[in-house]
């Protein structure tokens, strides 16, 4: 279970960025709702949570019964197979924040903007959308997969600790994604460096993309590998009781005396022997 667990780590590491670079990229362009509103840039994870909701809707209500007709699986497919379709949507978030951010950079040259990194560029924020909802979608697969995953193949007695190993990828993630953008901002170069501190015009973020892009390929080919390997823990059996018990094996006889006792009519008395006192006085006599 531990190798296919620790692969999630690398999913919130390669997704922190939505909270981190792409509110830096909103922050210069054009977020005007109307001439007199505009709407802040952190409000943009809305569009992460939104299709993240409607997904598991859409999910349990559509695309399990449709998969159950030709997988037999009461889920509609497994875990693991939900955790895989998780890795390559989030792997398509990344490309088209890459993509999006080329297409950024390029409006702000063709403005002479680059050196202006407070000046708005005239690029609409909504670019972003895209890759906030793909990466919502992946949420919907792999978030719910891993946790499914996690709690019924984990032994009867550690569901709570597997529960609890859920919510420890998400942090090994975020500190593995602070450990990443430091390494990359030391070791990138200072004059054209990949993640700038003040001008992220100036910057090349689009290659860091790239970078998270090939490590979530690689993590892909080797959560492939685990569970193309991994095998399903056995279902427990319970076995109804449908053969007889027989006295000498399976009930004592004070067992017996017990259970005749409980079926006993309370008006009846019980004599030393244990057996029933019948008075017949007040019934018919043959």
């Not at 509110?23 to 992460?48: E, G, K, V, Y």
């Not at 998969?67 to 875990?79: E, K, L, M, Q, V």
């Not at 890459?98 to 950079?105: G, H, N, P, S």
């Not at 859920?166 to 090994?172: D, E, G, L, S």
Request: charged share 15%.
């Amino acid at each position: 279970m531990l190798p296919i667990w620790a692969s999630a780590i690398l999913l919130v590491t390669a997704s922190s960025h939505q909270h981190s670079f792409a509110i830096q990229q909103a922050r210069t362009m054009d977020r005007h709702l109307s001439p007199s509103f505009q709407i802040p840039p952190a409000t943009m994870s809305i569009f992460n949570i939104l299709p993240m909701m409607v997904g598991l809707v859409i999910y349990e209500r559509l695309f399990v019964p449709a998969a159950r007709r030709f997988t037999g699986n009461p889920s509609g497919i497994t875990c693991l197979q939900r955790m895989g379709i998780g890795f390559m949507i989030n792997i398509l978030s990344t490309i088209v924040a890459a993509l999006v951010e080329i297409k950024r950079k390029a409006v702000a040259a063709n403005h002479n903007l680059l050196n202006e990194p407070r000046v708005i560029i005239p690029i609409s924020v909504f670019w972003l959308v895209p890759q906030y909802g793909l990466h919502g979608l992946a949420e919907t697969f792999m978030s719910v997969g891993h946790l499914e995953f996690l709690y019924d193949q984990s032994p009867e007695s550690m569901r709570s600790t597997a529960a609890a190993l859920y919510w420890i990828a998400i942090a090994a993630g975020n500190y593995l994604s602070t450990l990443l953008v430091s390494l990359v901002h030391g070791y990138s170069g200072k004059k054209r460096n990949w993640l700038p501190d003040r001008n992220i015009n100036k910057g090349r973020l689009e290659y860091y993309y790239w970078l998270v892009t090939g490590i979530q390929v690689l993590n892909l080919i080797f959560y492939t590998v685990c569970a193309w390997f991994y095998k399903n823990k056995p279902l427990e059996e319970v076995e109804a009781q449908s053969q007889p018990c027989k006295l000498g094996n399976n009930i004592k006889e004070g067992d017996v005396e017990l259970a005749r006792s409980r079926n006993r009519p309370s008006n009846l008395p019980i004599d030393v022997s244990g057996k029933e006192n019948v008075d017949l006085s007040n019934n018919d006599k043959v």
